[in-house]
């Protein structure tokens, strides 16, 4: 189910606006990320409007393994929700991202955090990502970007969940 804050359904007919993280700690991490973002850029129907700073980070979930590279974009398309995931999904298998256990090593991982104010509910796609608020390699980069965007199911800013989320102190802003 796909709803907004104002209460209207999505149409692939408007472009929508949102937020995607990267993350990657296989490889060349930042060629990694450049990659993907060059890559996603690269059709008619989604553009890479700005990107936030490049943070290194501690592993979230499973910790014995390297240190991420994280980033948020933010973007512009007319593909619906779906088609996006599956242009992402695409673009990781593209890129070498092997099966392996979640949160486990990723030559690159992209999630969809924010799309405007739409709510979407699915089983393989949840919008807000689902974790968002728990973690802080997304946070962080996304708050730069907008930090007073309103999280559309918590009621509260990007900012506001920033400050209050664990693990800001294993994030590290590359030069």
Do not use: C
Not at 156 to 163: P, R
Request: charged content about 20%.
């Amino acid at each position: 189910m796909i709803t907004s804050s104002h209460d209207t359904r999505f149409s692939g007919q408007r472009g929508i606006s949102g937020y995607l993280g990267f993350g990657t700690n296989l490889g060349d991490r930042k060629q990694n990320l450049a990659q993907a973002i060059n890559r996603l850029n690269d059709r008619p129907d989604f553009a890479i409007i700005r990107t936030s700073n490049i943070y290194e980070t501690e592993p979230w979930g499973v910790t014995n393994q390297p240190n991420f590279l994280n980033m948020v974009a933010e973007i512009t398309t007319s593909l619906d929700p779906h088609q996006l995931l599956e242009r992402i999904k695409k673009l990781e298998k593209d890129m070498g991202r092997e099966g392996g256990p979640r949160y486990g090593p990723r030559l690159i991982d992209i999630d969809i955090l924010l799309l405007q104010d739409l709510v979407v509910d699915y089983p393989d796609l949840q919008v807000p990502h689902a974790s968002l608020h728990l973690r802080a390699f997304a946070l962080v980069p996304l708050s730069e970007l907008t930090p007073d965007s309103i999280h559309p199911v918590l009621g509260e800013t990007i900012s506001q969940l920033t400050k209050r989320v664990d693990g800001l102190d294993g994030i590290t802003p590359i030069i």
